[in-house]
Nanobody
Framework: QVQLLESGGGLVQPGGSLRLSCSASGDIDSIYTWGWYRQAPGRQRELVAMLTSRGSTEYVDSVKGRFTLSRDPPKNIWSLQMSSLQPEDTAVYYC?????????????WGQGTLVTVSS
């Protein structure tokens, strides 16, 4: 099994920055993607950014140039640096991994952390 623990989040003014981090424990060698999703009130959960084991990174168009996803493998931590935050970035952010174990493709979610962008 894999467990995820998020940190970061909070209230920030428009134009500000915030950093979210997620750490993984357990069978971390089974993980092949590391990412962040978000869900705003009344909206579906959407992928924000994802890093794959092949080294590729993808971002949703609305955050390109503003958010950066990075990973520190020795510490089993990955972080989402968010800059130029706007009110529409307000959402609950969830870290997420995909993993492969014994012939099964699985996914694991963090507990979610609220990001509020408001003046």
């Amino acid at each position: 099994q894999v467990q995820l623990l998020e940190s970061g989040g909070g209230l920030v003014q428009p134009g500000g920055s915030l950093r979210l981090s997620c750490s993984a424990s357990g069978d971390i060698d089974s993980i092949y993607t590391w990412g962040w999703y978000r869900q705003a009130p009344g909206r579906q959960r959407e992928l924000v950014a994802m890093l794959t084991s092949r080294g590729s990174t993808e971002y949703v168009d609305s955050v390109k140039g503003r958010f950066t996803l990075s990973r520190d493998p020795p510490k089993n931590i990955w972080s989402l640096q968010m800059s130029s935050l706007q009110p529409e970035d307000t959402a609950v952010y969830y870290c997420h991994v995909d993993r492969y174990e014994r012939g099964r493709y699985l996914e694991v979610w963090g507990q979610g952390t609220l990001v509020t962008v408001s003046s």
